[in-house]
Structures are given as structure tokens and as C-alpha cells.
């Protein structure tokens, strides 16, 4: 039996959601967001191992469904993610083995300099599973140093399905198109994990002859942007602290993210637009990374809220949104009617219960492997059949 095998740790990390209906990004252990380390201008290199594909006869047909799923994330307009595509390969393996950085008797699979899609013929995992994403990454600053992608040629039929009447979903059950598995297991090679929206490309399972996954849902989209966005672009990465209580009349809110602008506008939203949300009644711009709101939490209902910026870019209004990052506890509710500080329309009916619920909740495997004094590490993100 191969020997990394077995070292495998399998985690079984569940997410909770109070309000699960956005995309989801890939965490390091210490909380950090993976992505490529790139500038706009930049592009992460990729190779193909065409000839592993043997369902696909012709490598150029092949070629061009998969870079085709490339370009569905490469041409969103507001995120400056962009790829090259670096030949054909003969590469099987997704790294390299040598001698275990913390004990030398061990073998360790580490990264090698190529990002590499290959079919396997012979599956060493899951035979649900129809790709599988490996992600290598620094643990402190979340950083990508190299992503590879495997593909179930042992249990799954490929195609190009180009016109839907030639796959049966009843009968082809074993069926998966190309540029639908290839677009979903980028999200994951750029840093996006499964979103709870059904119909997203990041939805975590495909039903047989499925192509509805090569064209992206507006929450892919939002992932991508959030994780690449183009400059001037404001994004929020987080909010601190994430919660606070009725009747605290001047909560501060520390909101850190990019590309923040002096006139930048914080709200807080019980929804992701702007529609009912309450405005800050001051917004204090520290520098571009972060910026400090505060709130009059007096009258507004508990729950979970979205953190919503705006400014002006590039002459109209643009919105930054971190959709359920704070919430609102109960507190004690002073008995005057003071109008809120914010000059919103706050409702004044206290709200009679919490949403501490857990109103929905994914659960998602992901195996990690130590491989180098616990610094660097991978994480494997699936897409199985339904
Ligand atoms: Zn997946």
C-alpha cells in the first residue's frame, strides 16, 4: 500500500450557516483565505495531461472544453483572475515524494512546480467522486502555491455534451460532461468552496449529463470577485467584532477588507442589498484596509446581518457586501423612543426571539496532509454524482 495513504487525516469540518445562501471560500487552519498570491496582470499556469483523457479521442476537442471552463471564471469583468495554459503533459502525479521534512524514514508528498489536470484510470479514492481538487497552500497567509486536479476516469464515462438531447440522465448514468466537472474544480483551484446555492457551479454535487455547471451563478461570480477583484473595487474580508447587543447606542465595528475609499458609507443589512438596511451614523476611514462604523444598535431587531460598503468608483456607486458577518443579540432596550442615531427607519417592536437557530448547514469533507513542519499543507475539495 502506498505509504502517504495512510497518513491521510481525514476532517470531517462542518460549517454553520445562520443563514447559509453565499458563496463559501476555502479556510486555512489558521483562518486564513486561500488564493493566489497575484497582481491584476498576473496568470496562473496550468498543464493538461490530454492523452490521460481516453474517452475524449480528440485532444484538441478536449483542449478547448477545458479552457473554455477557464475562461467562464477568467471573464468576469469585476475580478482580474486570469490563467495560461502551459502544453500537454505526460505528468501522472500531483507531486513529488521525498523523505518527510519532520521524520526522513517517512515518505511525504510534496508540491512540484506544476499545476496539473490529469485523468486517473485507476482511482485511488472515493469511486462517488468525479474530480478532486489538491490544493497546496502556506497555512499562516493562506497563500496557493501550486493546485492540481484529479478526474474519475475509472467510474465516469466523459464527454463533450454539446447538445443535451445526446445524454439521457436515465440511461447514461455514468455520464459527466468535460467543461461542467473542469469549471466546477477551478472554483476550487482559485480558492472558492461548495456554496449552499443549488444551480451555482460551486453546488457541490452534478447530476449525470449535467452542463449547467460550465456557466456561472451570480454567487460564483461574487467568489470570484471577492477573492480577485479588480482595483478600486472595495472588498470586506472581515468584521470585528461579529456581534452586538440591543441597546448599546454607540457600537463601534471594525471592518477590514481592500480598496477602501475616504467616503466610504458602512451599513448593516438583514438582507444582502441595501433594502432595509441601516446606515452607520458615522463612517470613520482608518486607511484603505480598514475602515471603522458606528452604529446605534438601540432599536434594531436581532439577528444575522449583512456588512454592506459603498463608494464611488470610477464616477457610480459600488457595494462591497460580507453577507451574514455580524449579529445582533438581545440586550437590555431603554424605555424611551429615541430616534436612531442613524436616521434610519429602525423598527421599534422588539423582536420577541433570537435567530441563534441554525437555520441550515453544509457539511463538507476535506482530507488534509501534513506534509512539511506543519507550515504548508493541502486541502482536497470533491464534486460527486447525485
Ligand atoms: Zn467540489
Same mark, same amino acid.
Given at each position: 500500500?502506498?505509504?502517504?495513504?495512510?497518513?491521510?487525516?481525514?476532517?470531517?469540518?462542518?460549517?454553520?450557516?445562520?443563514?447559509?445562501?453565499?458563496?463559501?471560500?476555502?479556510?486555512?487552519?489558521?483562518?486564513?483565505?486561500?488564493?493566489?498570491?497575484?497582481?491584476?496582470?498576473?496568470?496562473?499556469?496550468?498543464?493538461?495531461?490530454?492523452?490521460?483523457?481516453?474517452?475524449?479521442?480528440?485532444?484538441?476537442?478536449?483542449?478547448?472544453?477545458?479552457?473554455?471552463?477557464?475562461?467562464?471564471?477568467?471573464?468576469?469583468?469585476?475580478?482580474?483572475?486570469?490563467?495560461?495554459?502551459?502544453?500537454? %503533459?505526460?505528468? %501522472?502525479?500531483?507531486?513529488?515524494?521525498?523523505?518527510?521534512?519532520?521524520?526522513? %524514514?517517512?515518505?511525504?508528498?510534496?508540491?512540484?512546480?506544476?499545476?496539473?489536470?490529469?485523468?486517473?484510470?485507476?482511482?485511488?479514492?472515493?469511486?462517488?467522486?468525479?474530480?478532486?481538487?489538491?490544493?497546496?497552500?502556506?497555512?499562516?497567509?493562506?497563500?496557493?502555491?501550486?493546485?492540481?486536479?484529479?478526474?474519475?476516469?475509472?467510474?465516469?464515462?466523459?464527454?463533450?455534451?454539446?447538445?443535451?438531447?445526446?445524454?439521457?440522465?436515465?440511461?447514461?448514468?455514468?455520464?459527466?460532461?468535460?467543461?461542467?466537472?473542469?469549471?466546477?474544480?477551478?472554483?476550487?483551484?482559485?480558492?472558492?468552496?461548495?456554496?449552499?446555492?443549488?444551480?451555482?457551479?460551486?453546488?457541490?454535487?452534478?447530476?449525470?449529463?449535467?452542463?449547467?455547471?460550465?456557466?456561472?451563478?451570480?454567487?460564483?461570480?461574487?467568489?470570484?470577485?471577492?477573492?480577485?477583484?479588480?482595483?478600486?473595487?472595495?472588498?470586506?474580508?472581515?468584521?470585528?467584532?461579529?456581534?452586538?447587543?440591543?441597546?448599546?447606542?454607540?457600537?463601534?465595528?471594525?471592518?477590514?477588507?481592500?480598496?477602501?475609499?475616504?467616503?466610504?458609507?458602512?451599513?448593516?443589512?438583514?438582507?444582502?442589498?441595501?433594502?432595509?438596511?441601516?446606515?452607520?451614523?458615522?463612517?470613520?476611514?482608518?486607511?484603505?484596509?480598514?475602515?471603522?462604523?458606528?452604529?446605534?444598535? %438601540?432599536?434594531?431587531?436581532?439577528?444575522?446581518?449583512?456588512?454592506?460598503?459603498?463608494?464611488?468608483?470610477?464616477?457610480?456607486?459600488?457595494?462591497?457586501?460580507?453577507?451574514?458577518?455580524?449579529?445582533?443579540?438581545?440586550?437590555?432596550?431603554?424605555?424611551?423612543?429615541?430616534?436612531?442615531?442613524?436616521?434610519?427607519?429602525?423598527?421599534?417592536?422588539?423582536?420577541?426571539?433570537?435567530?441563534?437557530?441554525?437555520?441550515?448547514?453544509?457539511?463538507?469533507?476535506?482530507?488534509?496532509?501534513?506534509?512539511?513542519?506543519?507550515?504548508?499543507?493541502?486541502?482536497?475539495?470533491?464534486?460527486?454524482?447525485?
Amino acid at each position: 500500500m502506498n505509504t502517504r495513504l495512510f497518513m491521510y487525516t481525514l476532517t470531517f469540518v462542518v460549517m454553520f450557516h445562520l443563514f447559509a445562501f453565499s458563496y463559501v471560500v476555502e479556510k486555512s487552519e489558521s483562518g486564513a483565505t486561500l488564493r493566489w498570491f497575484i497582481q491584476p496582470g498576473d496568470r496562473v499556469e496550468y498543464s493538461v495531461n490530454l492523452a490521460s483523457c481516453t474517452d475524449i479521442t480528440d485532444p484538441n476537442a478536449l483542449l478547448n472544453a477545458i479552457q473554455n471552463s477557464f475562461n467562464a471564471w477568467e471573464s468576469v469583468e469585476e475580478s482580474f483572475i486570469a490563467f495560461r495554459y502551459m502544453g500537454d %503533459t505526460t505528468l %501522472t502525479e500531483i507531486g513529488e515524494e521525498a523523505p518527510c521534512a519532520d521524520n526522513p %524514514t517517512n515518505t511525504c508528498l510534496y508540491p512540484d512546480s506544476v499545476s496539473l489536470l490529469v485523468w486517473l484510470s485507476t482511482w485511488p479514492y472515493d469511486p462517488t467522486v468525479i474530480g478532486l481538487t489538491t490544493n497546496w497552500y502556506y497555512v499562516d497567509s493562506g497563500e496557493i502555491i501550486s493546485s492540481d486536479i484529479e478526474f474519475n476516469m475509472q467510474h465516469y464515462t466523459w464527454r463533450i455534451i454539446n447538445d443535451p438531447l445526446t445524454c439521457n440522465p436515465q440511461v447514461d448514468t455514468d455520464v459527466v460532461d468535460v467543461q461542467n466537472i473542469v469549471t466546477h474544480e477551478i472554483g476550487h483551484f482559485i480558492g472558492l468552496d461548495h456554496t449552499p446555492v443549488e444551480g451555482a457551479t460551486m453546488y457541490y454535487a452534478s447530476p449525470p449529463c449535467d452542463t449547467e455547471k460550465r456557466t456561472l451563478h451570480q454567487d460564483d461570480i461574487d467568489g470570484v470577485v471577492f477573492l480577485y477583484p479588480v482595483s478600486n473595487y472595495p472588498v470586506i474580508e472581515r468584521v470585528d467584532p461579529y456581534q452586538g447587543s440591543r441597546g448599546e447606542n454607540t457600537f463601534t465595528l471594525d471592518i477590514y477588507g481592500k480598496n477602501f475609499s475616504s467616503d466610504a458609507v458602512a451599513y448593516l443589512s438583514p438582507q444582502a442589498s441595501l433594502e432595509g438596511a441601516h446606515q452607520a451614523a458615522e463612517t470613520r476611514y482608518i486607511n484603505q484596509g480598514h475602515i471603522q462604523a458606528l452604529f446605534n444598535l %438601540t432599536y434594531m431587531d436581532t439577528g444575522t446581518y449583512t456588512v454592506i460598503i459603498e463608494q464611488v468608483v470610477n464616477g457610480s456607486p459600488q457595494h462591497a457586501y460580507l453577507p451574514d458577518a455580524f449579529q445582533i443579540v438581545s440586550g437590555n432596550i431603554p424605555v424611551d423612543d429615541t430616534q436612531d442615531a442613524g436616521g434610519c427607519t429602525c423598527s421599534t417592536t422588539p423582536s420577541g426571539y433570537s435567530l441563534w437557530a441554525l437555520k441550515e448547514f453544509v457539511i463538507s469533507f476535506i482530507v488534509l496532509f501534513f506534509f512539511s513542519q506543519r507550515s504548508k499543507k493541502r486541502g482536497r475539495y470533491d464534486n460527486k454524482l447525485t
